[in-house]
């Protein structure tokens, strides 16, 4: 054999070893060999499970999909390229035969809305936005515009309102209705939806399951009625998530619950600090007594566990000031994401909710005021140090 064909052939496509590796390896094969041709007609008749081509199945990726099937208790999950390319699919794969119609929560991501109007709207989704905090609201609304989806967050971005999630899916089932559920401010620690009854939940992986801001990707967790549709769909769309950020976000996962612990733990402790303090006009976490959905909270989260989100807003402050507050933190680090190691803050008015008109800010209680925090794991003395700081120069 010559030297530029050994090249190209040596040391590739060996078979398995009987030792198993202790980490899932990445697999940046786009294609595989099979046995035979025989082998490889069962893989694309789906008789045979195994690797064809890395749009349909990676090994990589199905690594992390069985692991956060597992962690949310779904019958299976497909990896993405990234949380918007998610919910995108999970809405496709519920829509498929139903009407072309979500109810959506009022209190939602901005980028979830402008997917909504401004992506599906076109190709005939209609959106029909609803307070999710009520559930008499929501039944009127499914009675009225007859849904195909309701789409909801666990835990809201950015104002942490929690809803009834076991009542919504009840309300869901009797009328025929996917409810999906954004799960990534609560994580699988503190709220898993499959169990309360929703038929798919995504997330956005780039935030706490992965957790150190290095990879972009999104997840979904389907049950058994609709898994197969998302993998007959991927398998022609090609969402799907790249093997390098698979593996960087199963590893990411096995710290996760010792994070998202030291997170809420961290995020209480600065909640409860910042009502205190004599610049700051409201705190926004989900412990606190007077929450407007205390009683949904006390059953569907655990107890010490709320979540790695504050938000708060500044006493008297406009977008000059909110600016000036933010130029001034040192620690805190001002970007467009959460759920990192390091503390995190971002001001929705300009950045999550940029888009989203005055009048639904106004009816969600977004105010000009407030400023988002995603509490890291560092000592949480060193970031109220930083926010005093900022707040008083």
Same mark, same amino acid.
């Given at each position: 054999m010559k030297i530029q064909t050994k090249a190209v052939h040596a040391g590739d496509r060996k078979r398995p070893q009987q030792q198993i590796p202790v980490s899932t390896p990445v697999h940046f094969a786009a294609s595989w060999i099979c046995a035979d041709q025989a082998e490889q007609d069962r893989i694309f008749a789906h008789e045979q499970h195994g690797y064809a081509y890395s749009r349909y199945a990676n090994p990589t990726n199905d690594a992390l999909e069985e692991l956060v099937a597992a962690l949310e208790n779904g019958h299976g999950a497909l990896a993405c390229s990234s949380g918007?390319?998610?919910?995108?699919?999970?809405?496709?794969?519920?829509? &498929?035969?139903?009407?072309? %119609?979500?109810l959506c929560a009022r209190d939602i991501y901005g980028a979830t809305l402008k997917l909504l109007y401004d992506v599906m709207g076109p190709f005939g989704l209609r959106t029909e936005l609803v307070d999710a905090n009520d559930t008499a609201a929501v039944e009127a609304a499914m009675d009225r515009s007859r849904p195909g989806a309701l789409l909801v967050e666990t835990i809201s971005n950015p104002l942490l309102r929690v809803a009834d999630l076991a009542a919504l899916a009840r309300l869901c089932r009797t009328r025929n209705i996917a409810l999906i559920v954004d799960n990534t401010f609560a994580t699988p620690l503190l709220a898993r939806p499959m169990e309360l009854g929703a038929? &798919?939940?995504?997330?956005?992986?780039?935030?706490?399951?992965?957790?150190?801001?290095?990879?972009?990707?999104?997840?979904?967790?389907? +049950?058994?009625?609709?898994?197969?549709?998302?993998? %007959?769909?991927?398998?022609?769309?090609?969402?799907?998530?790249?093997?390098?950020?698979?593996?960087l976000t199963m590893r990411g996962i096995k710290t996760f619950p010792l994070r998202m612990e030291r997170q809420c733990r961290n995020a209480a402790a600065l909640a409860a600090w910042l009502?205190?303090?004599?610049? !700051?006009?409201? !705190?926004?976490?989900? +412990?606190?007594?007077?929450?407007? +959905?205390?009683?949904?909270? %006390? %059953?569907?989260l655990p107890e010490g566990l709320y979540g790695g989100m504050v938000s708060f807003e500044v006493k008297g402050a406009g977008r000059e000031q909110i600016f000036g507050f933010l130029d001034r933190l040192r620690l805190c680090v001002r970007a467009t994401s959460l759920g990192d190691v390091h503390t995190m803050v971002l001001y929705p008015w300009i950045a999550s909710h940029r888009?989203?008109?005055?009048?639904?800010?106004?009816?969600?209680? &977004?105010?000009?005021?407030?400023?988002?925090?995603? !509490?890291?794991?560092?000592a949480v003395e060193d970031i109220m140090a930083d926010i005093e700081q900022a707040l008083g120069g």
């Open positions: 918007m390319m998610a919910l995108q699919h999970a809405l496709t794969a519920a829509l &498929l035969e139903r009407p072309r %119609r979500v038929h &798919l939940v995504v997330h956005s992986s780039t935030k706490y399951l992965g957790g150190h801001g290095d990879t972009l990707g999104g997840l979904i967790v389907s +049950d058994e009625a609709h898994y197969e549709t998302i993998r %007959r769909f991927s398998r022609v769309a090609g969402p799907v998530m790249g093997p390098m950020e698979a593996y009502r205190k303090h004599p610049k !700051v006009e409201r !705190v926004f976490y989900p +412990d606190d007594p007077a929450h407007p +959905d205390a009683a949904v909270i %006390r %059953r569907i888009d989203v008109p005055p009048e639904q800010k106004a009816a969600m209680g &977004l105010r000009e005021n407030l400023v988002r925090f995603s !509490v890291g794991i560092e």
